[in-house]
């Protein structure tokens, strides 16, 4: 038997396709995690040297290599997570299903009872779980060196999820500088690039103070490495010879760029460093449930929003549904009665539920923003100290980036808890730009599944107020039939989605 050491998904994927066109059974090989160790099992191979290897003892030639080789795109996506589980046997498990789909059941990943799919199943869930409470509950803290600002955490996934979560911080934070140790992985961003490290052992697990003399003397040095390269160019070299070397092409604009990015650092940290996240990182010991969660939700002080709307909105349904819709903010009725959902966008929401085969009560319903935004003055201005005065309409109003950024980590922690969820609609572009991406547009991408940080089945469609603010009817009918397909398709891809995924 050989065994071939592996040290991460993309060279997996690369030599298990090379083994399936080889004809090499899942019984003639063993797959063995790449951390030093030596395998007990026969040859040991380093995936790297797997070229001369396979060659040498069989008949693999340019033109095999070239064949197509079609593996489901649900396979890839399932592989690719799982692929971050800390199990050393989730290499081989992958090879052996592979080898089934390619060779007798291409159905395999529907047969929900077969142990392979079902473990990998498991895995999966277990993946996307551990990546989504590292989200939710990474709580990161400030320090100041040299006049700047650097943010660390300390955290420990349960898997190797470093590589799959930080992209997605280094999108949200992208203007901070952070820093997240993890005992198996560390990574860093410098507002740039992420550059990874050493893991701090468990051993080492420090507490807060003790976080930040780690971090000064492990990891401060790979900090920012455009700002020290140009303190070292500084006394490297004198700056009127910088202009004649083409590395030193972006220093001037990185200068010139500095008070932007200073100001813009200022910006983000006000809502960095105020958000739900605090008032939920105070309380992670009632944090065991959804229902719990919404009870810490009910005090949040975190923005503004609070000091006029009535109460928070937290989101509902039952915590094992396939399907979640998250709105934008409650709305004047759903402030009053405490539930998302319930005034005029709710009726026509029930309508397409209605047509599109969805039972209410058996999906979750959330907004972005828990707490009402609105004006009561003529001009606009918000309503941001104590309740609306009595007898005054109270006018909607779009919740800004800050508030929704505030706001976010409640639906991040909801959405930890909604593990079987395996779809994901925005209702409106608030969402789907919160979501998806801030360049979302409904009107030219609604309708489509997408992949998002939290969902790999996401699909925007028309917010319901959207319909209801429609003058003409003919315009306004065809939303409507559009909002009924969106979520009809939704319907399906849940059903059929044989992989639960959180
Ligand atoms: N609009 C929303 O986005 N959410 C609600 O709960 C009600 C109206």
């Known amino acids: 038997m050989r065994t071939i050491v592996i040290d991460n998904f993309a060279e997996w994927r690369a030599l298990a396709r090379k083994?399936?066109?080889?004809a090499v059974r899942p019984d003639e090989i063993q797959f063995a995690d790449n951390n030093g160790q030596q395998t007990l099992f026969g040859q040991t191979i380093n995936a790297n040297d797997l070229d001369g290897a396979s060659k040498s003892?069989?008949?693999?030639?340019?033109?095999?290599?070239?064949?197509p080789l079609r593996v489901p795109r649900e396979f890839l996506s399932l592989a690719e997570t799982v692929g971050y589980h800390r199990s050393e046997s989730r290499w081989n498990i992958l090879y052996r299903t592979l080898w089934r789909i390619v060779n007798q059941t291409p159905q395999l990943l529907k047969i929900t009872t077969d142990d392979d799919v079902l473990r990998l199943a498991k895995m999966e869930k277990e993946v996307r779980r551990d990546a989504h409470k590292m989200k939710a509950f990474v709580r990161f803290r400030k320090i100041i060196r040299d006049d700047e600002e650097y943010f660390i955490a300390w955290h420990r996934p349960d898997h190797n999820i470093v590589r799959k979560v930080a992209p997605f911080f280094s999108r949200r934070f992208k203007a901070m500088n952070w820093t997240?140790?993890?005992?198996?992985?560390?990574?860093?961003?410098?507002?740039?690039?992420?550059?990874?490290?050493?893991g701090v052992p468990r051993s080492e697990a420090p507490t807060g103070d003790e976080l930040e003399d780690l971090w000064k003397t492990y990891y401060a040095h790979i900090f920012n490495p455009a700002r020290i390269k140009i303190k070292m160019m500084k006394s490297e070299m004198p700056v009127r010879h910088w202009a004649t070397l083409p590395e030193t092409e972006i220093i001037?604009?990185?200068?010139?760029?500095?008070?932007?990015?200073?100001e813009k650092m200022i910006r983000?940290?006000?809502?960095?460093?105020?958000?739900?996240?605090?008032?939920?990182?105070?309380r992670t010991e009632l944090l065991q449930s959804l229902e719990e969660l919404k009870q810490i939700a009910a005090n949040c002080t975190a923005c503004d929003l609070h000091t006029h709307a009535t109460q928070t909105v937290f989101g509902e349904g039952p915590v094992d549904a396939k399907i979640v819709f998250v709105g934008e903010q409650p709305g004047d009725r759903e402030d009053i009665e405490g539930h998302p959902f319930i005034g005029p966008a709710g009726q026509i929401l029930n309508e397409a539920f209605a047509a599109a085969g969805i039972k209410r009560e058996s999906v979750y319903v959330t907004n972005i923003v828990k707490h009402f935004k609105f004006t009561t003055s003529e001009t606009g201005e918000p309503s941001t100290s104590g309740p609306a005065p009595r007898g005054k309409r109270r006018l909607y109003q779009r919740p800004n980036a800050r508030e929704i950024r505030c706001c976010r980590p409640w639906f991040d922690a909801e959405w930890s808890f909604l593990t079987n969820a395996n779809l994901l609609v925005c209702l409106g572009a608030?969402?789907?730009k919160a979501i998806i991406s801030p360049n979302f547009r409904i009107?030219?991408?609604?309708?489509t599944i997408v992949e998002s940080d939290y969902c790999p089945q996401t699909i925007a469609t028309w917010h319901p107020s959207a319909i209801l603010r429609t003058p003409d009817s003919t315009q306004r009918q065809t939303?409507?039939?559009?909002?009924?397909?969106?979520?009809?398709?939704?319907?399906a891809k849940s059903d059929t989605s044989t992989s639960r995924l959180v």
């Open 19 to 22: 083994l399936i066109l080889d």
């Open 57 to 67: 003892d069989s008949n693999t030639t340019t033109a095999d290599q070239a064949k």
């Open 180 to 198: 997240i140790l993890t005992p198996n992985e560390s990574v860093v961003w410098d507002q740039q690039k992420l550059v990874y490290g050493d």
């Open 252 to 262: 001037a604009d990185l200068l010139a760029d500095a008070p932007r990015r200073v």
């Open 268 to 282: 983000e940290h006000e809502g960095f460093a105020q958000t739900a996240l605090n008032v939920i990182e105070n």
């Open 430 to 432: 608030t969402a789907a």
């Open 443 to 447: 009107t030219t991408s609604r309708g």
């Open 479 to 491: 939303k409507m039939n559009q909002l009924i397909s969106d979520l009809s398709l939704a319907k």
